[in-house]
Nanobody
Framework: QVPLVESGGGSVQAGDSLKLSCRMA???????????MGWFRQAPGRQREGVAV???????TVADFVKGRFTIYKDNAKDTLVLEMNSLEPEDTAMYYC????????????????????WGQGTQVTVSS
């Protein structure tokens, strides 16, 4: 079990910024392994989609539909995954989920839902026009 706890969602106006955080519970397993971690989102009536991912080598991928507005990084001092969201649009309204899966060198950390075995409960982001 790799508990993931998200925080930072909320209701904002278009053009505003939000920062989502995801903390992975630390135990012997999580501190000794590498992980691919990422953010996914699901809007009502739509499929879950990958937003951004990052692995423990620092390699990251951001979806084209948020590129230039969203940034993903790890705050290693706080053992936290961060998604900085700027210039938010009403289309960004969704439940945002943190996800993680063990990562091995040579593999690719990709924003594909089926690649992740551990999920947080989600945090709601609502952007009004």
């Amino acid at each position: 079990q790799v508990p993931l706890v998200e925080s930072g969602g909320g209701s904002v106006q278009a053009g505003d910024s939000l920062k989502l955080s995801c903390r992975m519970a630390q135990d012997t397993d999580t501190t000794s392994r590498m992980y691919c971690m990422g953010w996914f989102r699901q809007a009502p009536g739509r499929q879950r989609e990958g937003v951004a991912v990052i692995d423990d080598t620092g390699y990251s991928t951001v979806a084209d539909f948020v590129k230039g507005r969203f940034t993903i990084y790890k705050d290693n001092a706080k053992d936290t995954l961060v998604l900085e969201m700027n210039s938010l649009e009403p289309e960004d309204t969704a439940m945002y989920y943190c996800a993680a899966d063990p990562f091995y060198l040579g593999n690719r950390c990709a924003p594909t839902e089926g690649n992740f075995g551990y999920w947080g409960q989600g945090t709601q982001v609502t952007v009004s026009s």
